[in-house]
């Protein structure tokens, strides 16, 4: 190790966060995202100033929303914390009972309901609750002082009201290999240097939700590491404007809509999602912000956890399954098909599967155990199902809302053509649904359908359902693990008076 390292500001904890201004309101945080000369590229450029760029802002909208429900309903989207003994932002809170999570729960599906898309901060807010328990676990096998730091960086964080992004997926390479059996060891984010003064980290984190518009960024191994790994089981807090940082902002299905004028054809024009690859340079972290350097052996439950609290965080999907089942009930209104018996089947259907989500996510918070350090976690197992039915559900949703949009949605003209002054009125006579109905309602209506299931927010409402917070297969192999078939065995043999032998008894 002590590689050499290009030359870094080796700032500390204290001189870090003294450049962040506390967060009240969603233009503070508007103003605290400008003038951080990050490195930013989006479409083979530069981008000077993220906060303006017409492709970026609907994702940072979306984070304001955030903001604006804490102050708007604070009985739900605050709590009060004990480590400042004030209300905080329930993104910032450490998880202290069961209800804790059911409300987070019906936080994240009345966001949803608000932005119809991701808005940013459930990993966050997951990867804080689940260091909470690693970092002392740590502490009590290896008499580290990891659990210390991380309540002082929670105390800041609360009274900053900054957003933590989580940055766990690596790139992996060859998943036939481990972290340091790869070609190029970056593949895996990892420790490259130690000094007195903190460590320094290279490689990548992909697939980041809200990276760019995170004012912080914890790193946390992805998978379970061995010994030879230790340099990889690393976790820490760097900010968003840390030097050696650089963002390459992912591409959305039709986000060039955005650098169009008007709004109908963007569908969503307000609110949108953000995927970023985030690569560090020899990125500096200071010990107060390190809470894992070499305790391998702890990756693995970490990510176990993580995934527990994450998975049920994809309840936030029913939010944005509400707003399907709204356009699509809207759409076959102005269709003037909404007496039909099938349509109303249709819409039942939506609504059932939306509430079966909504039902495993609660139950899982319902559910809830308390760990050594004192935090709450929820049921691994139903979490696990929450996870599994978004993976399909939505999906489905998704698919009922096409069948009652009509093909429409795909072969609608631009709004552009329905303002030309010869296209337009041949537009709106041949496009005119019930005649009360404006047909620029159908038309946005049809739009929202668009994005949502096709369009840049089908990110946020379908591909990572599928993906996010691992894969279907991923949900699978929890549930296989956690499933218990011996005792379920040992009731059915007992009701069919079977003598239980000594394999289905182990």
């Not at 992912?250 to 609110?271: P, V, W, Y």
């Not at 949900?475 to 956690?482: E, K, N, P």
Request: with cysteine; aromatic share 8%.
């Amino acid at each position: 190790m002590n590689a050499i390292v290009p030359q870094r500001t080796e700032d500390t904890a204290n001189e870090r966060w003294a450049r962040f201004a506390p967060i009240v309101n969603s233009d503070d945080y508007v103003q605290s995202l400008r003038n951080r000369n990050v490195t930013v590229y989006l479409m083979g450029e530069r981008i000077a100033e993220p906060v303006d760029h017409p492709i970026i802002r609907p994702s940072i909208n979306a984070l304001c929303a955030t903001y604006d429900l804490a102050l708007e309903d604070p009985e739900l989207a605050t709590a009060h914390s004990s480590l400042v003994d004030a209300r905080v932002n329930r993104f910032l809170h450490i998880v202290e009972s069961p209800q804790d999570l059911v409300l987070k729960n019906r936080m994240q599906r009345r966001l949803g309901q608000i932005t119809g898309t991701c808005f940013q901060r459930c990993a966050g807010l997951d990867t804080i609750s689940v260091l909470h328990s690693i970092t002392w676990d740590i502490d009590q096998q290896h008499g580290t002082e990891y659990h210390q730091r991380y309540l002082a960086f929670m105390r800041e964080a609360q009274r900053h009201n900054v957003i933590i992004g989580a940055g766990m997926t690596d790139p992996k390479g060859d998943r036939s290999k481990r972290p340091h059996e790869q070609s190029d060891p970056d593949l895996f984010l990892h420790v490259t240097a130690r000094n007195a003064r903190g460590l320094y980290v290279t490689g990548a984190k992909a697939h980041m939700t809200g990276g760019l518009n995170s004012h912080w960024i914890c790193i946390m191994p992805t998978m379970n590491m061995g010994a030879a790994d230790r340099d990889y089981a690393v976790v820490g807090m760097v900010p968003g404007d840390a030097e050696g940082l650089t963002y390459i902002y992912g591409r959305q299905s039709c986000d060039t809509r955005a650098l169009e004028t008007g709004d109908i054809d963007k569908g969503n024009a307000r609110f949108g999602g953000q995927e970023t690859l985030v690569v560090f340079d020899n990125v500096f972290i200071p010990w107060e912000h390190v809470l894992m350097d070499g305790e391998y052996e702890f990756a693995q439950p970490m990510v176990a956890r993580f995934t527990a609290y994450h998975r049920a965080s994809y309840v936030c999907k029913t939010g944005l399954g509400d707003v399907m089942v709204g356009a699509a009930a809207s759409i076959a209104e102005y269709n003037g098909a909404d007496t039909a018996s099938h349509i109303k089947d249709k819409l039942v259907e939506m609504t059932h599967l939306n509430e079966t989500i909504y039902s495993s996510a609660i139950a899982s918070s319902h559910e809830a155990t308390q760990l050594d350090s004192g935090i709450w976690m929820n049921d691994e197992m139903l979490a696990n199902v929450c996870k599994h039915n978004v993976t399909r559900f939505p999906y489905e949703i998704a698919r009922f809302a096409q069948d009652l949009a009509g093909g429409l949605m795909v072969t609608l003209p631009s709004q552009a053509d329905f303002e030309h002054a010869e296209a337009g009125p041949l537009l709106h006579k041949y496009f005119q649904g019930r005649a009360d109905i404006p047909v620029e309602s159908r038309t946005r209506m049809l739009r929202l359908i668009e994005n949502m299931t096709l369009g840049r927010n089908a990110v946020g409402y379908l591909t990572e359902s599928l993906h996010g917070a691992g894969s279907p297969q991923a949900q699978r192999i929890q549930i296989l693990r956690g499933m218990d078939l011996p005792r379920k065995k040992r009731y059915a043999q007992d009701l069919a008076g079977i003598e239980i032998i000594a394999s289905d008894a182990d």
